[in-house]
């Protein structure tokens, strides 16, 4: 399959908790994205982190990266309403061709914040 | 600033009709450009990809072909749609040529995406 694991599958914490998603994966990677869907809509980029970082943060986001492990982590703090989503990881692979490159995308966790 | 335009939203065609969706990006030039698939429920999954004019490589054996007639127009074909093509297709791009550190690795921006009923 071309795509990546995540877990979990689905996610319901209440308003104010911290979500934590996973995404492992088994090929070789450029940098690991992080992605948001509201139902129906396109994807919307979060935060990316390259292979050589192993933490980065974006507000509420924070992204962990272990290549060791090929394992990266999506920590939403502080949750809210709004934050309803499916979320994705998808791992950048070089193609052959320069300049290219081949986003693979996980199953995706679908978040639930409950008011 | 850059934009991508997706169209239709919805479509809905019957079995064997055929199929052009297109996909239109403003405001960059050389861009990569993507189409993916997504079932319900389910991830995306890689259909093509151009890093050119002309230049087009497909990921999967289907039903589909994609065709790149402009520098920034990405399109979407079937000759015979098949009820198995019924889905949620996006369209994508990200910077071209050397990108990133020259890695050509870089975030991808999507379009909203059709929503394809065969029936």
């Known amino acids: 399959s071309q795509q990546g694991e995540e877990d979990p599958q689905a996610l319901s914490i209440q308003e104010g908790e911290n979500a934590t998603m996973n995404c492992s994966y088994k090929t070789s990677i450029n940098n690991l994205q992080w992605y948001r869907q509201n139902s129906g809509r396109g994807l919307v980029h979060l935060i990316l982190i390259r292979s050589n970082e192993r933490e980065k943060h974006s507000g509420r986001l924070r992204v962990t990266l272990d290549t060791s492990k090929k394992s990266s982590s999506l920590l939403i703090t502080a949750s809210r309403a709004a934050d309803t989503a499916s979320y994705f990881c998808?791992?950048?692979?070089?193609?052959?061709?320069?300049?290219?490159?081949?986003?693979?995308f996980g199953q995706g966790t679908r978040l639930t914040i409950n008011p | 600033s850059q934009t991508i335009h997706q169209w239709p939203a919805t479509l809905v065609q019957p079995v064997g009709s055929p199929l052009s969706l297109e996909c239109t990006v403003e405001g960059t030039s050389n861009p990569n450009l993507y189409w993916y698939r997504q079932a319900a429920g389910r991830g995306l999954q890689l259909l093509f990809y151009s890093v050119g004019i002309g230049q087009i490589s497909s990921e999967v054996p289907q039903n589909l072909s994609a065709s790149r007639p402009q520098d920034r127009q990405f399109i979407l074909s079937s000759k015979k749609l098949l009820l198995s093509d019924s889905g949620f297709y996006l369209c994508a791009w990200s910077v071209g040529g050397l990108g990133y550190r020259g890695l050509g690795s870089t975030e991808a921006f999507f379009g909203q995406g059709t929503r394809l009923t065969v029936v």
């Open positions: 998808a791992r950048s692979e070089r193609y052959i061709i320069q300049g290219a490159q081949k986003l693979v």
